[in-house]
């Protein structure tokens, strides 16, 4: 055979691994070691899960961890060291990468402590190969919990700052099913504290991979580690103050927008937009004011491009900076109106007037966007022209739900709600995407909480006259009375936040029934006969109030009406006065009790008094 033939290893691959196998099972560390390298010598020519299934069966994995922990001496300098590391890790991976159940077997997940401890004494090469067989172990349940009971994780974060495998690892620990367990979370609190440590202590490019990885992690936080102590929290928000205030690139705005909106959906927004002694120290613009125009800026250039992106790949990277940026809005809007001073602010009043009417522009601007958006579902006709709103509606039965339940739609709606709420100045403005609203509530991805902020929304536009010529036009009263109805008839299995919605509903019918004089005999006969007796044994407090609200708008629906069309009413009205006794009678019996408000008496005593007179 000539010197330059290459060795075959199948051709003696029994008695090879039979060898191996003899090798690996013996007591002293000479045959182990030489076991250890015909085994990887196999590995390099077979991949057989069946061979390394029976290694790990009569090998004790002790061994590898010793490797994996040997230090340089003076005896066995960091060469030879380097060469066990080498070894033991290429051995490792073998394993990981060839049995099948890897993530949970305990010969696997048991090197997670060695291989993260030998991170710190490793060649380049080593470090890689233990990555991979982390990234490996990290994807079961046990795996992760093994990494992750792990004495000391810091080998873990030091490597984050160079090497892009370590943030999938940490993804794969966050993501552990069991992260609930007082003891997980503990130790990913433990983790997320290091990992946000590093922060303030690396380069311009560590901080980026930092921030991204913060930007996957937080949804991922079990609750037990937003709940127990928040000290990981405050380096977060200390790093985001400090590049706002010496000036953020655009990558490290962009981390920050997604960052700050997911941490205000979880903490208070005092936490983050209350001035501190630092901005109290500041004779010019502190640091809220300071990151709420960045967000203003961002939110009011982006309005430009979505249309223009809509079928670019980059939409949906557009769409969800521009709902985190609407999603701050909220927070700093909920954080003002819940502020006791303007001290807890840290805003002079000019500054204070000036950004409400950035946040002012911002919604006109998103009201246009709301409008291009309601429009691009409507269908083109033939000629390429739509004639008419209404016609184009009938024409299509169902829209297409996609442009309504993106995140973009629903944050600007919620903030929307609050804006339209306190300020007047855009209600007559936004009855432009009333239409839309209604379509919003019509599709099968409405839950419950964006109805709430359509409800709130559509109170402050029907304040105004526009707002509600368009709201009836549109079929509001209809749409938001079956939802009424639909609750109240399957209130038994109806959960408290339906019924407080449709008690909001019902408020909202009340008020543009008043305003506009609504006068409809069979609507108003239907919303009586819907009220039916209270009883104190199946009727919760909150169906009560429910109950109350709907004579509220039966007694409008009654006043706005002929006197002919009364007298037609006569059995219903009778109905209508003694299901307001029966309340009322309800009311008195619970005198004085909490869960009765004094509105609740008030609105029925005149409800009952109009009645008298009709």
Not at 37 to 65: P, W, Y
Not at 244 to 262: M, V, W
Not at 484 to 501: G, M, N, P
């Amino acid at each position: 055979m000539s010197s330059h033939a290459k060795f075959d290893i199948s051709e003696t691959l029994p008695s090879t691994v039979e060898e191996c196998l003899n090798l690996l099972a013996r007591k002293d560390d000479t045959s182990r070691f030489v076991g250890l390298a015909l085994l990887l010598s196999l590995t390099n020519h077979v991949q057989s899960s069946t061979i390394m299934q029976r290694c790990s069966e009569v090998m004790d994995g002790k061994f590898l961890d010793r490797l994996l922990k040997t230090k340089p001496t003076s005896r066995q300098p960091s060469a030879e060291t380097s060469a066990l590391h080498e070894l033991a890790t290429s051995v490792t991976f073998a394993f990981a990468s060839s049995l099948h159940d890897a993530p949970e077997n305990d010969f696997v997940i048991g090197r997670a402590p060695s291989l993260i401890q030998a991170l710190c004494q490793s060649t380049p090469k080593t470090i890689s190969t233990i990555l991979q067989t982390l990234l490996i172990i990290s994807t079961g349940s046990n795996g992760s919990r093994s990494i992750l009971e792990t004495k000391d994780l810091t080998p873990i974060t030091d490597a984050l700052l160079e090497h892009s495998e370590v943030a999938d690892i940490i993804l794969h620990l966050f993501l552990n099913p069991n992260k609930e367990e007082d003891a997980i979370a503990q130790r990913l609190k433990a983790l997320l504290f290091s990992i946000c440590e590093r922060l303030g202590d690396c380069t311009k490019k560590s901080s980026l991979s930092i921030l991204s990885l913060l930007v996957d992690v937080i949804p991922l936080l079990p609750a037990k580690v937003t709940s127990y102590g928040i000290d990981w929290l405050a380096l977060v928000y200390k790093y985001i103050r400090a590049i706002t205030l010496r000036g953020p690139s655009l990558e490290e705005r962009k981390h920050c927008t997604f960052i700050t909106a997911q941490l205000l959906d979880l903490f208070p927004g005092s936490l983050f937009f209350a001035a501190d002694d630092a901005d109290k120290q500041e004779s010019n613009k502190p640091f809220s004011y300071i990151f709420i125009q960045l967000v203003i800026i961002d939110a009011q250039a982006a309005f430009s491009t979505l249309v223009e992106q809509i079928n670019s790949p980059l939409y949906p990277d557009l769409v969800r900076r521009q709902a985190s940026c609407f999603d701050i809005i909220v927070a700093y809007l909920t954080f003002l109106s819940n502020a006791s001073s303007l001290s807890e602010i840290g805003l002079e009043p000019s500054l204070l007037l000036r950004t409400r009417n950035d946040i002012g522009e911002t919604f006109k601007l998103s009201l246009e966007f709301l409008q291009d958006v309601w429009h691009s579902t409507l269908p083109v006709f033939a000629d390429g022209a739509i004639k008419s709103e209404e016609e184009a509606h009938a024409t299509c039965s169902v829209l297409p739900s996609k442009a309504y339940t993106n995140s973009l739609v629903t944050s600007i709606v919620r903030a929307l709600s609050l804006w339209l709420q306190e300020d007047d100045s855009l209600r007559k403005e936004a009855a432009c995407v009333v239409g839309l609203l209604l379509d919003l509530w019509k599709t099968s991805d409405a839950g419950i909480e964006v109805k709430s902020w359509i409800v709130a929304a559509l109170d402050g536009i029907t304040e105004e006259t526009p707002g509600r010529k368009e709201f009836l036009d549109q079929g509001g009263c209809e749409i938001l009375w079956n939802d009424i109805k639909f609750t109240h008839e399957k209130r038994s299995q109806a959960t408290e936040a339906d019924v407080h919605l449709s008690i909001e509903e019902a408020r909202l019918l009340s008020s543009v029934v008043h305003a506009e004089k609504i006068a409809n005999i069979d609507w108003a006969r239907e919303v009586i006969r819907t009220i039916g007796p209270t009883s104190v044994k199946t009727d919760k407090t909150y169906h009560v109030k429910l109950k109350v609200e709907l004579c509220i708008l039966g007694t409008g629906c009654v006043t706005t009406m002929s006197h002919t069309d009364q007298k037609a009413l006569s059995g219903e009205l009778t109905q209508l006065r003694n299901a307001i006794e029966g309340l009322q009678s309800i009311l008195e019996d619970g005198a004085g009790s909490a869960v009765f408000e004094d509105w609740m008496a008030e609105s029925l005593r005149d409800a009952n008094q109009v009645l008298q007179r009709q």
